[in-house]
């Protein structure tokens, strides 16, 4: 909102208040000043000029001699604006003046002639082009007959003014108008303001004999004003009203065009001027469009509306959209003489969901969208028939055509004293707080102790007790209010039991050599079940970036694969990476996708590589086997893991386990397939993902520590035939079962095929530690649990001791 201190002059006396001194008493009491905008710019020596001959340069097709009084003296000054002509008034630079940017007129010949100034175009003059009347877009700017040469152009421009731009927050559409920022800064100044007075006369012929209403969407129009003026004569607005406007943003058209934007500034309330011969049928029909309608608006575009979209019409087409733009079709022109002034309270939600849809915010929308004053709808139309009758020569005819419906009861609020206190820390007085509200306008009443407060309906977000509190602390002055600590009980904060096992499992990983990733959520439909450990109904985006980035994945393991294809590609030929991250299965009972934290790992390369020890080793199956085994006995549960061989897509039919806690698939682990590493560009590549939340989730026993055993062990080691399908695991859980209490070891020690192993056989071979905490074993207990293991092998893996 920009807000031209002397057009706020009119309505509140700021008289002796620096700008900036104003744009600070502002910004303290809760509306923020973005800028402070000089529309000077430090010009001097402008002056308004009379152009008493105009004649062609000799020397140059496109320039022209004009002899130009300026009050002094007439001088001669060559200008090159193509609608310079004799007898008008223009404004001049002198030698000497200053224009915006610092530029320095001078004396100058051109083309042989002698110029002494220039003759300025708006733009010159530092004023935006799209603010500039389309007439003198082109060409320099023709002030009116009155101005008397020699005098200071600025003022009679209005370049002698400062605006300041106001940060407006959503919820503050009263300061969308000058009106609203009088209140405003009346509040703040403790002066009373002065409102338009409103007196015309009307013609004996009234208005609804000349025009019909009919309101069919009464939901989102429950208040439709109009109001007709016969005999206008369209001209250009004066200059005042060009120069306010033009201060506000907003650029001049002609004199009725240019009220109905006045009144849209000055009381925040949108207007429309309908030709009302244009119209065609002395009817106005405000409902909904039909599916497909069209409707071409002032910027001469043709939209294609909806069903829900809310239209004005003559009865038979659309003449506008309401709350958006006017229609060309209806739009007043040169020959208007009769217009119809349409004051209208639509509803927010239906004018931000057409101008979203047809792609057209204006100020009329930007307004509507945040909802306007309901008790200024034919207020506002009667200012602009005023302005009409005396700026244009209009007849207003008598009375108005109206449809209402609209609720106008102001919003009654009841708040006590002690609890905008205790809210605010503070002790203001309910005398004091009755003069804030008083200064604000706000009707307020004393009861019992209370105050009891009818928010004015220009104040739409005064709601609520806490909305008071706000208005009186703000113009009490948040400096006022006391810096205190609060006083509460101090709470420690700590990890619950999932995020302090999520940091072991970040320390571990990290501790172990590998860099965690972060990769996206999104992936492509193909990619999305890639490697899912569960697979479910995917989620895809409505509006995807891209085909890449479409749908939520449900495996960690493809971004990790394509973060390594990245660095590979890049030298990095050993790349370790951990990625702990949600993946997506189908939806939840509350229609939002069902999130399952999950851990990966990838890993390619060399694991070690000390050149100086003469050590390497690649990254292997039993490296990233032994990275997950290190985790879960981190975890405590090293005794309730277990791997099983696995078939799974995109892995080595022979290098791919499940992971299994407590004997429930969590996870898998393995190599890529072949296939799929060349497709990446990778070497030998290792892959793991299990159900983080399922592991962190899992019961763990309380750690209970033992002491060093006072008393020896004994170990036994076994060489066993067995076939080969047979596996280590199923091996070793057979010796752990059968071992009894006395068995505290088992490791596996040496694999071997080859000589003197028979064909389709292969030797295994276990280390076996037996010892009792409490005394030495004899011979015999050994031999018998020992015993018991062989049998227990032989009979069940049919497992046979080499010799």
Known sequence: MLVSTKWLSKYVNINGIAPADLAERITRAGIEVDSIIDRSQGMTNVVVGHVKECVKHPEADKLNICQVDVGEETTQIICGAPNVAQGQKVIVARPGAVLPGGVKIKKAKLRGEESNGMICSLQELGIEGKLVPKSYAEGIYVLPEDALPGEDALPLLGLDDTVLEFDLTPNRSDALSMLGVAYEVGAILSQGIALPEINYDQASEKAEDLLKLHVEATQDNPMYVAKVVKNVTIAESPLWLQNYLMAAGVRPHNNVVDITNFVLMEYGQPLHAFDYDRLGTGEIVVRHATEGEKIVTLDDAERTLRSHNLVITNGTEPVALAGVMGGANSEVHDGTTTVVIESAYFAPASVRQTSKEVGLRSDASARFEKGVDPNRVQEAAERAAQLIVELAGGEVLAGSVIFDELE?????????????????????????????????????????????????????????????????????????????????????????????????????????????????????????????????????????????????????????????????????????????GSVFLGMEEDGLPKEVEHLAVAMTGQWVDHAWQGESKNVDFFVLKGIVEGLMSRLGFSDRLTFEKAAIAGMHPGRTADILLDGNRVGLIGQLHPAEMKKRDLKETYVMEMNLADVLKADTAELIYKPVPRFPSMTRDIALVVSKETTAGKLEHIIRDAGGKLLKGVKLFDLYEGTNVEEGKKSIAFSLTYFDPERTLTDEEVVKAHDKVLTALTTEADAQLRG
């Open 408 to 580: 106008k009861t102001p919003e009654r609020i009841v708040v006590s004293p002690d609890y905008i206190n205790s809210r605010l820390g503070m002790k203001i007085s309910m005398d004091e707080m009755m003069t804030i509200l008083k200064r604000l306008q706000i009707p307020t009443d004393a009861v019992n102790g209370q105050l009891v407060i009818d928010a004015p309906t220009r104040r739409q977000d005064l709601k609520i007790k806490e909305d008071i509190i706000e208005e009186i602390a703000r113009m009490h002055g948040y400096d006022e209010i006391p810096k205190t600590l609060p006083v509460t009980e101090s709470v420690p904060g700590g990890l619950t039991s999932y995020q302090a096992k999520r940091r072991v499992v970040r320390n571990f990983l990290e501790g172990a050599g590998l860099f965690q990733a972060i990769t996206y959520s999104l992936t492509s439909k193909e990619q999305s079940q890639a490697f899912a450990l569960e697979t479910a109904e995917t989620t895809n985006l409505l509006m995807p970036m891209s085909e890449e980035r479409s749908t939520l994945r449900q495996s960690l393991i493809p971004h990790l694969l394509e973060a390594l294809t990245y660095n590979v590609a890049r030298r990095m030929d050993s790349v370790a990476l951990y990625e702990t």
